[in-house]
């Protein structure tokens, strides 16, 4: 359940912001936005939560399976550099 809390906040918060975006260019309430232009404000936002969210998972799954000696930050700065994440 936490690990998609970070990728469902990142996706509802972008597709709130780029609904009221939308609603805003085109002068319309934001209770009016049509389907269409609902739907691609979610493939957009969801598409960011995975961008975001993805890279933070890999790294957090490498620290599982690899047990450090090394302090976190260091040890998620070296995972993300030899992982090319």
Do not use: H, N, W
């Amino acid at each position: 359940m936490l690990g998609i809390l970070p990728e469902a906040a990142i996706t509802y918060g972008c597709f709130d912001l780029l609904k009221q975006g939308y609603a805003k260019v085109a002068g319309i309430p934001e209770e009016e936005v049509g389907a269409t232009p609902a739907m691609l404000c979610g493939m957009a936002s969801a598409f960011t939560g995975q961008l975001v969210a993805y890279p933070l998972e890999v790294v957090a799954r490498r620290m599982q399976v690899r047990p450090s000696v090394l302090p976190p930050l260091i040890l998620r700065v070296t995972c993300s550099r030899a992982g090319g994440v």
